[in-house]
């Protein structure tokens, strides 16, 4: 192939490349922002900073629910009467969690064991999942990856064909290198980083973490006990037993005694 018409079409489809986000970034940008729900954006957060740590977090400053020293959380008066509700499914799902229970829970119980719950969660985030797989499905990006990776095998093995002669060829090889390896780059991109739902970043725009869940930022303010407290709550996903010791104080463990033996007289 002609070099020249070689580094014609390499440097063509690298400005194509390359100018494509660019154009869909600032015409995304004179859109009206759609706002997203603040639950939604936590989910891809840290297990104490997540979508189900914020919901517990609105439930303690609505007053629905206490917690203790050990991270249990229990309900109030308030939060025991079923017509009071949180205004948002994922709370509501969390105060009916605890409506369920006979006892007081810590919230990594619930969250990993409770079915209810999970199956709630689940389907308060389905819709979003099922939105974004319909309008970015992962088999078109796979596909333009590997239609890149064909384009530079190809290039790279007509550089490589032959040496080139005289200036032009020269200058257009070096084109062409240059241009490969800006796509090389591009295609090194196309993974980028894990966003807040779950999708991966698109090429040629920095990665932003979500914000903390404004409940999460307003409890740790408002009551920072409170907030360790259900931190440490979410991290107990199991129940701590007696394994098999006497408990001092109770009628149990009294009975089990063995009683004292009687001395005769004489």
Not at 235 to 254: D, E, I, Y
Request: hydrophobic fraction near 45%; charged fraction near 20%.
């Amino acid at each position: 192939m002609d070099r020249l018409s070689l580094a014609c079409a390499v440097v063509s489809a690298t400005v194509l490349l390359y100018g494509v986000p660019v154009v869909r970034g600032r015409l995304r940008a004179r859109l009206p922002a759609v706002p997203v729900d603040p639950y939604r954006a936590a989910a891809g957060r840290w297990l104490t900073e997540d979508d189900i740590q914020a919901a517990a977090a609105r439930l303690l400053l609505d007053g629905l629910v206490t917690i203790n020293h050990r991270g249990n959380l229990a309900l109030t008066e308030t939060g025991a009467d079923v017509a009071r509700t949180a205004g948002h499914p994922l709370p509501d799902a969390l105060l009916a969690a605890l409506r369920r229970r006979s006892a007081a829970a810590t919230l990594g119980i619930i969250a990993s064991r409770d079915p209810a719950f999970r199956a709630a969660h689940a389907e308060f985030h389905g819709a979003s999942r099922a939105r974004r797989a319909h309008t970015a499905p992962g088999c078109l990006a796979a596909t333009g990856v590997l239609l890149l990776t064909g384009e530079l095998a190809f290039v790279i093995a007509a550089l490589f064909d032959r040496l080139p002669h005289g200036p032009v060829q020269w200058a257009a090889t070096a084109a062409t290198g240059l241009a490969s390896l800006a796509q090389l780059g591009l295609l090194a991109r196309f993974g980028g980083k894990p966003g807040a739902d779950g999708r991966r970043a698109v090429a040629c725009e920095p990665y932003i973490p979500p914000a903390s869940h404004p409940a999460l930022l307003e409890l740790s303010e408002k009551a920072p006990e409170a907030a360790a407290r259900l931190r440490a709550g979410r991290l107990r996903t199991t129940r701590r037993r007696n394994r098999g010791r006497r408990r001092r104080g109770t009628a149990a463990a009294r009975s089990r005694r063995p009683l004292p033996r009687s001395r005769g007289c004489g």
